[in-house]
C-alpha cells in the first residue's frame, strides 16, 4: 500500500524551529519527488517546497526560503522538513505529497497525500 505518513507538528513560539517527517511506505521515496504543502483558515493550500526524484534539487518559495530545508533520508525512507525561524504565519495544516520524478518538482504532479500535522506558530 503506497502512503505517506507525516509526524512532527505541534506548537513553537515565533522563532522557534521544527523538524516535520514525512515517512513513505509502498514506494521508494528516492525515486519520487516529494513536496510539502500547507494550508491555514481562510488561506489557499499552497505548495512551498519540494525535492525531486531525480537527484536532491530542492525548490522552496520565497516566503520560506533560508528558513527551510527539505532534505532526504532514503534508509529511512522519509523527507524532512526543517523549519527555522517560524513566524505566526506560517501556521497551518503540512501535508507532504509524492509524485513521479520528472524534470521539476514544483510542477510535479502529486498524486499520493498524507494525512496532515497541525504547526502553530504563536506566542
Known amino acids: 500500500q503506497v502512503q505517506l505518513v507525516e509526524s512532527g507538528g505541534g506548537s513553537v513560539q515565533p522563532g522557534g524551529s521544527l523538524r516535520l517527517s514525512c515517512a513513505a511506505s509502498?514506494?521508494?521515496?528516492?525515486?519520487?519527488?516529494i513536496g510539502w504543502f500547507r494550508q491555514a483558515p481562510g488561506k489557499e493550500h499552497e505548495g512551498f517546497g519540494c525535492i525531486s526524484g531525480s537527484d536532491n534539487t530542492t525548490w522552496y518559495k520565497d516566503s520560506v526560503k533560508g528558513r527551510f530545508i527539505i532534505s532526504r533520508d532514503n534508509t529511512r525512507n522519509t523527507v524532512f522538513l526543517q523549519m527555522n525561524n517560524l513566524k505566526p504565519e506560517d501556521s497551518g495544516v503540512y501535508s507532504c505529497a509524492g509524485a513521479p520524478p520528472g524534470p521539476e518538482c514544483h510542477t510535479a504532479p502529486y498524486a499520493t497525500w498524507g494525512q496532515g500535522t497541525q504547526v502553530t506558530v504563536s506566542s
Open positions: 509502498g514506494f521508494p521515496v528516492d525515486h519520487y519527488a
